[in-house]
């Protein structure tokens, strides 16, 4: 059997993890001298009101490779593919690497650097498992994983660069300017790191526009599926990104996550993204 393993940072929902049998190993997040488990023992809002009382971004960090040797039964006949956040982001990657060599199962086990984060990853995760239920073999899969990411399309816009700006994460991002004048940037990921893009203005209605903006990179997209992901925006917003997007006529489905833990530290409340596969 071929298994399908994420870190938490691809932000599936645990009805989309069951669906498709994909196992999440979750990443720390550090709130002082305090640590938690990434959608485990803690939620967004605890740690937007520690990073708020305390004006620090909460620090996160990756499994250890002890952590990870427990998703790993080197007893069985098993196949692993393990989707990880970029490995410029995160030691994820790495110390899952690790625990391939220090178990001897480098022949069983796929560790594939998505180059991206949240559902970026968790598109990659679902097509994997897809394949995995189709009887496709660990090898065919990974090709497939390490093709399909370069054609990931991960981006979003924040409401707040406060956030960004503690933790340092995306240059470029200056957090008294932004909020001095509304600026609302799109922040896209690409070659494994995140960058700013378009600057918004105003106080509503730009994450709608953002969606807008991308309207010809949407039809482009291949039709299973497309993700909205966001770290608590209000229904309505949801709502009208959702009605848009359907109003495309283009997809086969619509899928919206929350945010976890890790994504949400560095890019605060009010974040949305819409993420695909590209065709080409």
């Known amino acids: 059997m071929v298994r399908i393993l994420s870190d938490s940072t691809c932000d599936l929902s645990e009805e989309l993890c069951k669906r498709y049998n994909i196992t999440i190993i979750p990443l720390y997040v550090r709130l002082g001298e305090d640590e938690y488990s990434d959608g485990v023992s803690i939620t967004p ?5 520690w990073s708020d009382e305390h004006g620090e971004t909460p620090k996160t960090a990756a499994p250890s490779v002890n952590d990870l040797e427990k998703y790993l039964d080197p007893d ?8 990880t ?24 086990v796929h560790v594939v650097d998505s180059e991206s984060l949240s559902t970026g990853i968790g598109l ?23 093709a399909a990411k370069k054609r990931v399309r991960a981006s979003f816009v924040v409401d707040t660069l406060v956030y960004l700006h503690r933790g340092g994460r995306c240059s470029g991002v200056s957090a008294f300017f932004g909020t001095a004048l509304k ?6 990921v690409s070659e494994g790191k995140m960058h700013p893009e378009k600057k918004y203005r105003g106080a509503s ?16 997209a291949r039709k299973e599926r497309v993700f909205i992901t966001h770290s608590g925006c209000d229904e ?20 919206e996550t929350q945010a976890g833990c890790v994504v949400s530290s560095h890019c605060g409340p009010g974040t949305l993204g819409v993420l695909f596969i590209s065709e080409e």
């Open 183 to 188: 600026l609302h940037p799109r922040i896209a």
């Open 124 to 146: 990659l995760a679902i097509r994997a498992a897809e394949m995995a239920a189709e009887g496709k073999p660990a090898k065919e899969i990974t090709e497939e994983m390490e």
């Open 85 to 108: 956040i970029s490995s410029t982001m995160s030691a994820c990657c790495n110390n899952m690497r690790l625990a391939v060599e220090e178990l001897k199962l480098r022949d069983r």
């Open 236 to 255: 309505e917003t949801v709502e009208s990104v959702k009605a848009y997007i359907r109003g495309l006529d283009h997809f086969e489905e619509i899928l």
């Open 45 to 49: 809002q605890d740690l937007y009101r």
């Open 76 to 83: 069985s006949d098993d196949e692993y593919i393990i989707l």
């Open 205 to 220: 209605k730009f994450v709608l526009q953002y969606v807008k903006d991308m309207e010809a990179d949407l039809l482009k």
